[in-house]
């Protein structure tokens, strides 16, 4: 892995600890209450994507659990379709999805530092 891609990684994982930080001790509602909130899931997980987008396809093909093209995804609808995020999407993803991203990136790292 190149040190780019390493600190892509890094970037994503970053990100994914602050999101799940965020949304500790809140609830789905609070994204429709809390502008600040909402907006602040909305950008860790953009960061995610666009960390995720500047990984090489080599590091990409040797990392095949992290599901690369669903993330890209993710950031190109929260960039480009801005005005209508499903929150409910939001919500879900980073309560069921982020922990297992997580735990890939560390594994991840870790193997190749």
């Known amino acids: 892995m190149n040190k780019h891609d390493r600190t892509r990684l890094l970037d994503m994982l970053d990100a994914a ?3 799940q930080a965020f949304a500790a001790g809140r609830s789905r509602e609070d994204l ?36 690369w093209r669903s993330i890209i995804g993710m950031r190109n609808k929260l960039i480009h379709d801005y005005i209508a995020v499903d929150y409910d999407i939001l919500w879900a993803t980073v309560e069921t999805e982020l922990d297992t991203l997580i735990s890939h990136l560390e594994k991840s790292l870790e193997q190749h530092s």
């Open 17 to 19: 600890r602050k999101a």
């Open 32 to 67: 429709d209450s809390d502008e600040m909130f909402a907006f602040a899931l909305t950008r860790a997980l953009e960061i995610i994507g666009e960390a995720a987008a500047r990984v090489s396809q080599e590091t990409r093909a040797d990392l095949p659990q992290i599901p």
